[in-house]
């Protein structure tokens, strides 16, 4: 850190920025990166890349943040940033909802510690909100099992709701945990519906939170 710091006083950048305040946002930072990252993103089965996105751009944000707030780059600099911070997306079909809550709040992380001259308490104080409110409200206890959805098509229409139940726990061995009825072709006289099964010990992959669908048509 003191490294940086001598490099950036070499470049004149460093005018509005203090050596102290700048290592001590920096502790700050790297401090609550590894509480998400390290601990509450870990709690509960997730993409192996996850970590190293997180990180990224966390460690990015919080770079660039300390060096346009120096004072020597125009504001047009910073609505740049967030235009290419606008640009990124979690494509991949491995990456869940919660990835990109993580990503949020990796987010604001950096944003709360890179912002200079702001009393440390504050930052202390709004970094350990954001993080005992994801502990309180990602709490792996409070998620049901992962589940996977097997879709049929029944080659008869049921008078009563409960005999749907009954059909698919017979064709497949094993009563579902719920069944909803999607389609009722009274032409073809064929009923489509989504049963939900508990997922099998090898679904808590990367993709746990993700609900995979199979279809089968029972004739």
């Known amino acids: 850190m003191h490294a940086a710091v001598t490099v950036l006083a070499a470049k004149g950048i460093t005018d509005h920025i203090a050596p102290a305040d ?9 401090i609550a990166l590894l509480l998400l990252v390290g601990w509450l993103y870990r709690r509960r089965p997730s993409a192996p890349a996850m970590p190293l996105v997180l990180a990224s751009l966390n460690i990015g944000l919080f770079a660039a ?6 004072g020597k780059f125009p504001a047009g600099v910073g609505f740049g940033l967030f ?3 606008s640009l990124v997306r979690l494509r991949s079909a491995a990456f869940t909802l919660r ?5 949020f709040v990796t987010l604001v992380i950096a944003l ?4 200079p001259h ?3 308490w504050l930052v202390v104080v709004l970094g350990a909100a954001v993080l005992v409110a994801v502990l309180l409200v990602d709490d792996p206890r409070t998620y049901e099992p992962p589940t996977r959805t097997v879709r049929l098509t029944l080659d008869r229409i049921y008078p009563e709701p409960a005999l749907i139940a009954e059909d698919v726990a ?3 061995g094993q009563a579902p945990l719920s069944v909803e009825v999607d389609e009722v072709d009274y032409v073809r006289e064929t009923t489509r519906v989504s049963a939900r099964y508990p997922a099998p010990p090898d679904a808590s992959e990367p993709a746990a939170d993700a609900v995979p669908v199979e279809r089968v048509t029972a004739a």
Do not use: E, H, K, P
């Open 65 to 70: 943040m300390s060096t346009i707030s120096s």
């Open 83 to 85: 235009g290419i911070l």
């Open 118 to 120: 702001r009393q440390t």
């Open 99 to 103: 990835d990109v809550a993580y990503t």
């Open 170 to 172: 017979l064709r497949f």
């Open 112 to 115: 709360c510690t890179g912002l």
């Open 22 to 30: 700048l290592m001590a946002r920096g502790g700050l930072d790297v």
